[in-house]
């Protein structure tokens, strides 16, 4: 596994712009869960001499936002004075799953967005008032005091 502590200061510093919202240990905890599914890009870090080559591997690594709610609940809410921006270089899934998942006052971009229950799901999601949930070539835009509610295994995919 790669020893963040012992990353050139240059890496360190890439890392610091890509994440500068989360601690040390969470972004260790993203690339650990990354590399365990494409080990392929633990080696290429490990390997990499440019920092165009490190940008390309983050870029790869953290492209996609996959929120999975299980059998518990995720909210997400942007504050009273300004709302709340989530942007993917992939995609971003919010699947309810048996839980619940709230998503208000938010502005979600991604090239694909998918909003709502995989396949078997039994739980419920609610878009709410002042969000908006945006692609290349869709957006969905939700006023204030109105709200989208998916329930089980229907979804919204945005391409």
């Known amino acids: 596994m790669v020893d963040f502590n012992a990353l050139d200061p240059t890496v360190m510093s890439l890392l610091s712009n ?3 919202t989360f601690t040390a240990p969470t972004i260790e905890k993203v690339f650990k869960r990354v590399f365990k599914v494409n080990p392929d ?3 290429r870090l490990e390997n990499a001499t440019t920092t165009q080559e ?3 591997i983050f870029q790869e690594a953290v492209g ?3 929120v999975n709610a299980s059998d518990g609940s995720v909210s997400v809410q ?4 300004e709302k709340l921006l ?14 619940q998942v709230t998503i208000e006052n938010t502005t979600l971009q991604a090239p694909v967005l998918r909003t709502g229950g995989s ?4 739980g419920t999601t609610t878009v709410a008032g002042g969000t908006i949930l945006s692609t290349g070539g869709t957006s969905i835009n939700v006023g204030k005091g109105a709200k989208i509610t998916i329930t089980g295994g229907a979804q919204i995919t945005q391409k």
């Open 78 to 81: 942007g504050g009273l004075e």
């Open 64 to 66: 996609v936002i996959d």
């Open 18 to 20: 890509y994440f500068t």
């Open 86 to 99: 989530i942007e993917a270089l992939k995609g971003i899934r919010f699947d309810h799953s048996h839980g």
């Open 41 to 43: 890009l633990q080696m």
């Open 119 to 122: 396949n078997a799901a039994t």
């Open 54 to 56: 490190i940008e390309s």
